[in-house]
Nanobody, 126 residues
């Protein structure tokens, strides 16, 4: 089992940057692939990107490709989401999630992830 806590959200102007962190507990954190999802008001939870257990592979949604980067530091049990060139349509609550699959899944659904953080709000003003 793993517990996840997101941090780093906030208010930023369009074109700005934020770095979110997902801190995990437990000695098995490095065994999980981690994904970021987001959910805007009135919309379904949307896949953002994912990273494999050792950080060697990543996969991103087309809407964020080239702007967002996921990395991880297993020594710190932390996964990061660096978000650049933010747009107002990026406004959402961002969640990190852990899957027992060590390897990334392409276009995964939320149901494929067993553990979730509480979310952190990202607001991008125009």
């Amino acid at each position: 089992q793993v517990q996840l806590v997101e941090s780093g959200g906030g208010l930023v102007q369009a074109g700005g940057s934020l770095r979110l962190a997902c801190a995990g507990s437990g000695r098995t954190f490095s065994s999980f692939s981690i994904a970021w999802f987001r959910q805007a008001p009135g919309k379904e939870r949307e896949f953002v990107g994912t990273i494999g257990w050792n950080g060697g592979n990543t996969y991103y949604a087309d809407s964020v490709k080239g702007r967002f980067t996921i990395s991880r530091d297993n020594a710190k049990n932390t996964v990061y989401l660096q978000m650049n060139s933010l747009k107002p349509e990026d406004t959402a609550v961002f969640y990190c999630a852990a899957s027992w699959s060590r390897y990334i899944m392409t276009n995964p659904s939320p149901q494929q992830y067993a553990y979730w953080g509480q979310g952190t709000q990202v607001t991008v003003s125009s």
